[in-house]
């Protein structure tokens, strides 16, 4: 069985968590802690034009962009359903005020996909108020334990409200599950309230915070351990931890060497090259993802690897480690919409059909819905992949102006987590005074983050930046002790 290690870390704002399968980044996630993934957030919104064209309308819910609003019933959870009613959208004109819920984040020009019958997620079960329904998890497949958790949902729910119960129904007893019902079907109830006297585009419910969520969808008996990055975090994250039962609870351990701790345990590098094209395989072969506005298109390279045996053994082995990468990848990097794999040609149609069915185990363990089409005449294989929230890349890569947006940097954000690591391991080796030759503009925003500033200061040590405006933005040189203070240093305080 795989062991599984949870890191959480924050700074400046910003939260970052990290899950670790043998060693290797399998999730990644990376947020302003002040404007944290909004889907799952329920708003007051606007009704600002109504299309019957489109079946849908537009709402106002002041995230910026119009969100969308399908006029036509939907079924989030239709792969989880046992039997369910009729969910009618309401008659719609521009100036209604409504109640909705976030489904979908915004991507590039889109706005956000939104819902007027909201769900709200507890550890054991969904609540879905007014939407008759009842289903189960499709990851539980026995067909006994189905029906009974069916009799059990329909037996806890009201007339109208409707339940699926999730994957760790079947380890709670009943009063856990009533008790989390009434807990979820209380904040229905003050969310109606509260929308009575909200502003258009108020936040009325947010669903939990980052590290609630990574817990809930994570925390298992395959959990080695959760690392920490600060004192408070750890106190935060051990209180989470004592709300699920004994025998899911971790040790919650403190990094403390002083060191930043995605770098000081190994797994940095790993994050940053979330944002690559490029990807290697174990056996020296690679991937490339390119992304594109229609689909992603992944293409398998043997690179390196010559194999031991006969041509067709290399090329099998490698598109099996090719297709094992590519669900890690896909789901690491949140990418959502078709994907069109081109694999390395195989001459045996039996290696084609095993290779197509080790992808479709490979993806069986995402938690977001893939369903994969068979290999094509020219060895392509489609599948697509539901996108869950906004990726982290958005936050960790911008276009390049420096080729006409053709290509992408790191984001100021992401350049400044890297300087933070090089500071921290500059002080905790001894240095006492550090310049650094950087963008003018990076430095700007730098000298913004107080927090960061301040908590380096405390460590004793003095931090001067000399800005250059004509530095590449990721460009950045350290100096420690051995200096002197040029008159065009800043000193950072």
């Known amino acids: 069985m795989s062991k599984k290690t949870i890191y959480f870390d924050s700074y400046c704002g910003y939260m970052i968590s990290a899950v ?29 034009s109504v299309h019957r064209g489109m079946q849908a309308a537009f709402v106002n819910c002041g995230l910026g962009k119009n969100c ?49 019958n909201p769900v709200f997620i507890g550890k054991c079960l969904i609540y879905m108020p007014e939407t008759p329904f009842v289903g189960v998890s499709r990851k539980i497949t026995d067909e006994e334990l189905r029906n009974n958790l069916a009799y059990s ?48 585009g108020q936040l009325l419910y947010t669903d939990e915070a980052m590290p609630m969520r990574v817990l809930r969808d994570t925390l298992s008996k395959d959990i080695d351990k959760i690392y920490v990055g600060t004192q408070k975090l750890k106190e935060h994250i051990e209180g989470l931890v004592n709300l699920y039962p004994s025998q899911s609870r971790r040790p919650v351990i403190l990094h403390d060497t002083g060191r ?77 919409g078709i994907v069109v794999v081109d694999f390395i040609d195989m001459q045996n149609s039996s290696h084609n059909t095993a290779l197509v069915e080790e992808l479709e185990k490979a993806l069986k363990t995402d938690k977001a819905k893939c369903a994969v089409s068979p290999m094509s005449r020219f060895g ?47 002080i905790s080796g001894g240095a006492k005074r550090i310049k650094m030759d950087m963008n003018a503009e990076i430095l700007a925003k730098l000298s913004e983050w107080r927090e960061l500033i301040g908590h380096l200061n405390e460590r004793g040590a003095e931090i001067y930046a000399v800005p250059h405006r004509t530095y590449h933005e990721e460009t950045v040189h350290f100096i420690a002790d051995e200096f002197e203070t040029p008159p065009e240093a800043i000193k950072l305080v």
């Open 20 to 48: 670790t399968e043998n060693g290797k980044v399998a999730e990644f996630d990376f947020e302003k802690k002040l404007n944290a993934c909004a889907v799952g957030n329920v708003y007051k919104g606007v009704v600002e």
């Open 68 to 116: 969308f609003l399908p006029l036509v019933p939907e079924c989030q959870h239709e792969e989880d359903k046992i039997e369910s009613g009729e969910t009618p959208i309401p008659e719609l004109k521009a100036g209604d005020e409504i109640l909705v819920q976030v489904v979908k984040l915004p991507v590039d020009k889109k706005g956000a996909k939104i819902t007027v």
């Open 153 to 200: 949902a329909k037996r806890l729910k009201g007339e109208n409200d409707g339940i699926i119960f999730r994957t760790a129904a079947p380890y709670a007893n009943r009063s856990l599950l009533k008790n989390e019902y009434a807990y979820l079907k209380n904040i229905y109830a003050e969310v109606k309230e509260a929308f009575k006297s909200a502003n258009v």
């Open 260 to 336: 930043d701790m995605f770098e000081d345990l190994g797994i940095s590098e790993q994050i940053l090259s979330i944002v690559s094209p490029r990807v290697e395989l174990d056996n020296g072969a690679y991937l490339i993802i390119e992304k594109t506005e229609a689909l992603t298109v992944i293409d398998v390279n043997t690179g390196k690897f010559t194999g031991d045996y006969s041509l067709e053994q290399t090329v099998y082995h490698t598109n099996i480690l090719a297709a094992r990468e590519i669900a890690r990848q896909v789901k690491l990097r949140n990418i959502g």
């Open 380 to 426: 392509l294989v489609e599948f697509t992949r539901k996108r869950i929230g906004a990726s982290s890349s958005s936050l960790m890569i911008k276009p390049c102006r420096y080729c006409g947006e053709s290509g992408y940097v790191k984001s100021p954000e992401m350049i400044i987590l890297g300087i933070r690591a090089k500071l921290l391991n500059l």
